[in-house]
Each structure stands twice: as structure tokens, then as C-alpha cells.
């Protein structure tokens, strides 16, 4: 599994309030991913990151940031939580190859599954 | 916008029948890969395909990449009940680094 744990497991949060999830790897990969999940939709992703301090938006980033100050965690948050972000939430590691050579198999961490009230 | 298509989006067998997800991309890919997910749990890499029809094999799984890199499929043979579960295709944003772009999957689920 890459090593990849995500915190909180599962989140109530009520429309309005801030919430912070977390995505910890163990293993120094550079690229990480944020990705959403909801029936009918698959996959789509979030924001993703390239390396401390370097991040970049996906298809689905309006209400949510992100920020990756050491390399092995990296962070979303909803600042503002509304009820179109109740999801599961995962987070998904690149195995970088030598030479910056990016690998395109993804690993995902157990999910964060958030619900807005 | 580039797009990646699987159908069909549920497929319901009997334990033992052979089952087929197709994947279509709006774009040619210069690889494409496949993920299963069991219910209540995460996507799992399977598998990268990469030439022009290539053909991989796992067991009684069989991955195809079309011709002209747009399309793949994914044929179980005599299903079983631990092949319950959804399959994801993705395949790379074109021109930004290691970003995919996922299928919306194909639930499978088998009846023993």
C-alpha cells in the first residue's frame, strides 16, 4: 500500500465549518494526489502536488486547498464545508522513477469519508 | 475536454460466466491502466498496458490496448465471487506530468 495512511477515517461536519484532512506516506514519493469520489463520477481529482510548496489544481478544485510543507504529508481543506463536498476523499501517491521520470501507477490510501450536515 | 469512457457501468453475473468492461478515450494515450476497487475499499493497480495492442494476461484476467492507443478492455473468465467489486481505466492527462484521468468504473457484481 505505498505506505499511505489518511486521518481522519471518517468526518460529520456541519455546512460551514473548516476541515482539514491528512494524507501521511512513508516513502519520500514526490507526487501526491487528492481525489474525490462519488457514485456515477469515478475518480476525479482534486488538487495534486509535484514537490514541497508545489502544488496545482485538478478538475474539481473550487472550495478546497492544499498545502505540502514536508514531503511526506499533504493536506485538504475545505475552508468553508458545504453539502456537495460530502465524498470520500483519497489520497494517491506516483512511484517517480530515476531521473524525474514520473511512473503513472497510482497508490491510494483507505479514504477519508467525509459527510456535511 | 479530454475524456475517458467505460461502459457499461454495471454488470451483474452468475458465478462462472465471463465478463467484459470496455474503456474509450476521447484522445490517444501513451498508456493506459486498469484499478479495481471492492466495495468499502480503495483502488488497487492491477495493471499498466503501454504498446499498440498489447495484450496482458493475470490469471484469468485479460487486458487489451487497442491499436490505436484510444481504447482497452478488461475480459474476466468464469468469474468468481472474489471478483466482486468495480474497475476503473485511467489514463494520463496529456501534457501534465503524472495526472490521470479515470473511467467512471464498471461494478461487477457476481451471484454464486
Known amino acids: 500500500d505505498a505506505g499511505i495512511t489518511q486521518s481522519p477515517r471518517h468526518k460529520v461536519t456541519e455546512t460551514g465549518t473548516p476541515v482539514t484532512l491528512r494524507c501521511h506516506q512513508t516513502?519520500?514519493?514526490?507526487?501526491m494526489y487528492w481525489y474525490r469520489q462519488d457514485p456515477g463520477h469515478g475518480l476525479r481529482l482534486i488538487h495534486y502536488?509535484?514537490?514541497?510548496?508545489?502544488?496545482d489544481k485538478g478538475e474539481v478544485s473550487d472550495g478546497y486547498s492544499v498545502s505540502r510543507s514536508k514531503t511526506e504529508d499533504f493536506l485538504l481543506t475545505l475552508e468553508s464545508a458545504t453539502s456537495s463536498q460530502t465524498s470520500v476523499y483519497f489520497c494517491?501517491?506516483?512511484?517517480?522513477?530515476?531521473?524525474?521520470?514520473?511512473?503513472?501507477?497510482?497508490?491510494f490510501g483507505p479514504g477519508t469519508r467525509l459527510t456535511v450536515t | 475536454g479530454q475524456q475517458v469512457m467505460q461502459i457499461p457501468q454495471y454488470q451483474h453475473v452468475q458465478e462462472g460466466e465471463d465478463f467484459t468492461t470496455y474503456c474509450n478515450s476521447s484522445?490517444?494515450?501513451?498508456?493506459i491502466q486498469w484499478y479495481k476497487q471492492r466495495p468499502g475499499g480503495h483502488p488497487v493497480f492491477l495493471i499498466q498496458l503501454v504498446k499498440s495492442g498489447e495484450v496482458k494476461k493475470q490469471k484469468r484476467l485479460t487486458f487489451q490496448f487497442g491499436e490505436a492507443k484510444k481504447n482497452s478492455s478488461l475480459h474476466i473468465t468464469a468469474t468468481q465471487t472474489t471478483d466482486v467489486g468495480t474497475y476503473f481505466c485511467?489514463?494520463?492527462?496529456?501534457?501534465?506530468?503524472?495526472?490521470?484521468?479515470f473511467g467512471q468504473g464498471t461494478e461487477l457484481s457476481v451471484k454464486p
Open positions: 494517491a501517491i506516483s512511484l517517480s522513477g530515476l531521473a524525474g521520470v514520473i511512473s503513472y501507477e497510482q497508490y
Open positions: 502536488s509535484y514537490g514541497v510548496k508545489d502544488t
Open positions: 485511467a489514463g494520463p492527462l496529456y501534457n501534465q506530468g503524472g495526472k490521470l484521468i
Open positions: 516513502e519520500n514519493h514526490r507526487y
Open positions: 484522445t490517444t494515450l501513451s498508456n
